[in-house]
């Protein structure tokens, strides 16, 4: 596969066509943030693409999801069963989640597959992403400035094209601010419009998850 910067539409588009497959695409992106991550500290813990494949295929692939078989990074405070979240935070080091939010529910059921969990700000209280447990996440665009946060890994994952979509959360402009400083979009859904089950809360009553 070329070098690519994939928006969701043209890999969606691609699938379709039989470029590649989905797996193929997964990999694809894991070889790039296994190349260039260690420079960004865009990502804190990769995963690996769904164990049985096919079953996941069978699953989905019926689906006229935009969504089906697209790499997506996701915040380390939102909760992937079975995987590290640590919010950025030593304390939560080998916290293995014991559920899926539901936002990742919901974007299971639609196809989407998960690269892995992003860098932020020590439990989403930061705007630079400079003040987390794992070390500063890079700007891409210029890695002596600062992605800003707290979803700067997300932010930057996506800037970066390790990641063609990510979500991240935004208490007040975690999604937002670091987009903008990375030269992407962001979007801060409206208050409840989108499940807060499943995101480590920095201020419950503000915080929503967002792409």
Request: glycine share 10%; aromatic share 8%; with cysteine.
């Amino acid at each position: 596969m070329t070098e690519q910067n994939f928006t969701i539409q043209s890999a969606r588009e691609a699938l379709k066509r039989g470029d590649f497959s989905a797996e193929e695409l997964f990999n694809y992106y894991q070889k790039k943030i296994a190349a260039e991550n260690k420079n960004l500290n865009a990502y804190l813990t990769l995963l690996d693409p769904p164990a049985d494949i096919e079953n996941w295929k069978l699953k989905t692939e019926n689906s006229e999801s935009p969504l089906w078989g697209i790499p997506s990074a996701i915040k380390d405070n939102i909760l992937i069963e079975g995987t590290r979240a640590t919010a950025g935070s030593k304390i939560l080091e080998n916290y293995i989640s014991a559920y899926d939010a539901t936002v990742i529910k919901k974007l299971r059921s639609a196809g989407a597959m998960f690269l892995g969990k992003t860098n932020l700000d020590e439990f989403a209280m930061g705007t630079s992403t400079e003040n987390s447990a794992y070390g500063p996440t890079k700007n891409p665009l210029d890695p002596t400035r600062i992605p800003g946060g707290s979803s700067g890994g997300s932010a930057a994952a996506v800037a970066a094209d390790l990641a063609v979509f990510a979500i991240g959360s935004d208490t007040g402009g975690s999604v937002r601010q670091p987009a903008a400083m990375c030269g992407i979009v962001g979007l801060k859904p409206t208050y409840g419009r989108v499940s807060r089950h499943g995101l480590i809360a920095m201020a419950s009553s503000f915080d929503q998850i967002g792409p």
